[in-house]
């Protein structure tokens, strides 16, 4: 089965640092989301991969698509998803933004997790604007960029919310795997997350953003006052995105 985290963050092949690591991404995303809200919430994932984040999320919201440009990725994706969850709908896309017909379809929660460290600026661009498109009122979009290293900004905004019952409070009993497993230490395989390392990546080619330019191009996705952007820094190398639509009775 094919690996988001790949060979390139160690643990990757370790089963239970996969599922620790998961449900830990799935935590900092839905973040002041809250256990009901997500329970009535219509959601879309770009860039699914296997279903590693889909999983947990597809079980706890009222209806879940998702789509992924590798068609290996997205057939284990379906695999992943459905028993948990039988109506989630995951296709393959072009690339450019959700596939029909989604593209057509109202979301109350849009996020692209570990998606946008991996594109060029245009092609970012390109993408939340489509995703934008099908965010209902009042509906989030959440999504992780490279900040750019020389910017000395720090802004917090994200995880300062209040959130109620969170929808993923602690991790769960059935996350280790076996009576032998342990906690990480010292001599445990690395669990990285995404969001651990604030070291320079080769390997990824996503735009570095300095934070008035991600503000300012979060903000220029809609008409003047429709969109409230909050960006959170919580280390030097990832900016944590969200993006609310603000029904126009609020405005």
Not at 104 to 110: C, G, N, P, V
Request: glycine share 8%; hydrophobic share 45%.
């Amino acid at each position: 089965m094919q690996r988001f985290f790949v060979a390139s963050h160690p643990g990757w092949s370790d089963e239970a640092a996969w599922e620790r690591c998961a449900w830990r991404d799935a935590a900092a995303l839905m973040f002041g989301v809250g256990a009901d809200r997500l329970a009535r919430a219509r959601v879309l994932e770009m860039g699914c991969g296997v279903g590693r984040l889909a999983r947990l999320v597809a079980a706890r919201a009222a209806k879940y698509d998702g789509f992924d440009i590798a068609p290996s990725m997205v057939a284990d994706a379906v695999r992943t998803v459905a028993p948990v969850a039988p109506t989630a709908e995951i296709l393959v896309g072009d690339g450019s933004g959700p596939p029909p017909p989604f593209d057509e379809r109202s979301y109350d929660l849009i996020y692209a997790w570990a998606v946008f460290i991996h594109v060029s600026r245009d092609i970012a661009m390109r993408n939340l604007a489509a995703l934008v498109k099908v965010l209902a009122p009042d509906g989030q979009l959440r999504a992780q960029f490279f900040a750019d290293l020389t910017d000395p900004t720090v802004t917090r905004a994200y995880f300062d919310m209040d959130q109620g019952p969170p929808a993923f409070e602690s991790l769960p009993d059935d996350v280790s795997v076996g009576a032998d497993a342990e906690e990480p230490g010292e001599d445990a395989p690395e669990v990285v997350a995404l969001t651990a390392s604030s070291e320079e990546r080769p390997d990824y080619i996503g735009h570095n953003w300095r934070i008035d330019e991600l503000r300012a191009a979060l903000e220029g996705l809609g008409a003047p006052g429709e969109l409230d952007v909050r960006l959170e820094r919580l280390e030097p190398r990832i900016v944590y995105a969200l993006v609310r639509r603000i029904p126009s009775r609020d405005r």
